[in-house]
């Protein structure tokens, strides 16, 4: 699931610049991190055999690295960077890094990272369930675009 998030950001960050070394960098970074979901799916469906673990608890266990965006990681990398001496606070500079980091993604790059999801899960991309949740989930992030820029305001 890192993977996922990474390659897609690295994809939406590239296809974003007009910056002709930035675009190559993160198309370069981006390619490097889908090599390395293809690489973890092909031992996790080695994996797969030895252990029986179904869809749901794939689809949990998916749903809980995707939440984890959202942790301290990346709250506190963007604190880090950018602080100008105030105390740490989690929730504002986890707003403050999601606004900038969600402005780029685009429906193609949700597209993608869902069927990365799905794949992982066992589910078939492309398929109505697909185009359901596609749809939820770019619904859901031009809402959260919209709520993080409305609180910047
Ligand atoms: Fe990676």
Not at 87 to 93: A, L
Not at 111 to 125: D, W
Not at 131 to 151: E, I, P, S, V
């Amino acid at each position: 699931m890192v993977e996922v998030g990474t390659s897609s950001y690295y994809r939406a960050l590239g296809d974003a610049t007009e910056e002709p070394a930035l675009k190559a960098i993160c198309r370069f970074i981006a390619g490097d991190e889908l090599r390395h979901y293809k690489l973890f799916y092909t031992h996790l469906k080695r994996l797969l055999e030895q252990d029986n673990i179904g869809t749901v608890r794939r689809l949990r266990l998916a749903l809980g690295r995707i939440m984890e965006t959202e942790d301290d990681e990346l709250a506190y990398a963007f604190y880090a960077a950018n602080n100008q001496g105030e105390p740490y606070d989690r929730e504002r500079n986890t707003r403050a890094y999601m606004r900038r980091a969600y402005q780029y993604y685009r429906d193609p790059h949700v597209e993608k990272a869902l069927a990365m999801i799905f794949k992982a899960c066992g589910l078939k991309p492309h398929s109505p369930l697909f185009q359901a949740t596609n749809y939820g989930a770019k619904w859901l992030l031009a809402k959260r675009q919209r709520n993080l820029a409305k609180l910047a305001a």
